[in-house]
């Protein structure tokens, strides 16, 4: 089934810690997106992608990278974790119209 | 860039009764208006959508109405029940831009009161 994935759901880890959340679509969309959102609060659009070897910065700076080097595939890493990167990640695809989201990633950084 | 404006940001009414949720957007380029909803815990899911050749659109309980002139567009629920609790975002695009796709509202509380 044509769907977005995101990996892992939830995540503790550690001040300093490297992460990197993963993102895979499985709806051959070219455009793809992540935002950042605190619960049931505004959706924070950081990064984003034309497609294959496309990266942009999105309204929301953030201090997290994104490469984009399969058009299915777009992950996000966050070289070390601070308390405040705790929040809910959001991934996101689309090509024409409706935009479809991944079931999010919660992030707690202690 | 496009800027959207959504109105209120908590909404609560009484079961049976009718909500709406207003919308206003600065770009007249934009042509496509989606409308989703987020349950708690759960992703954005599209509920309803409208493009700018249209006035109105309905499906079942919910209808959303665009004025092109005015830039603005509403989202109409009748009859809510109590699953119609949830966060809704409404978003405008215009499809003949890049990659930055939808920019959303900040989200309504609705909340539906037994």
């Known amino acids: 089934e044509a769907d977005i994935y995101q990996t892992p759901r939830y995540l503790v880890i550690g001040t300093g810690k490297k992460i990197t959340l993963e993102c895979s679509q499985t709806m051959g969309h070219d455009k793809m997106y992540w935002y950042q959102q605190d619960p049931g609060m505004e959706l924070h659009l950081i990064h984003y992608?034309?497609?294959?070897?496309?990266?942009e910065k999105g309204d929301l700076s953030s201090e997290s990278t994104v490469s984009r080097i399969r058009t299915e595939h777009f992950p996000l890493t966050l070289e070390s974790a601070r308390p405040s990167h705790t929040s809910q990640y959001l991934c996101a695809s689309r090509q024409v119209g409706e935009q479809f989201f991944g079931p999010g990633t919660r992030l707690t950084v202690l | 860039g496009e800027n959207v404006e959504q109105h209120p940001s908590t909404l609560s009414v009484q079961e049976g009764d009718s909500a709406v949720i207003k919308c206003t957007y600065s770009?007249?380029?934009?042509?496509?208006f989606p409308w989703y909803k987020q349950e708690l815990g759960k992703r954005p899911q599209l509920i309803i959508d409208i493009r700018s050749n249209v006035g109105e659109k309905k499906d079942q309980r919910i209808a959303v109405t665009l004025n092109k002139t005015a830039k603005h567009f509403s989202l109409h629920i009748t009859e809510t029940q109590p699953e119609d609790s949830a966060v809704y975002f409404c978003a405008a695009l215009n499809s003949g831009g890049g990659a930055d796709g939808l920019t959303f509202g900040k989200g309504t509380h609705l909340i539906i009161q037994p």
């Open positions: 992608s034309y497609g294959v070897n496309s990266t």
């Open positions: 770009d007249s380029a934009s042509n496509y």
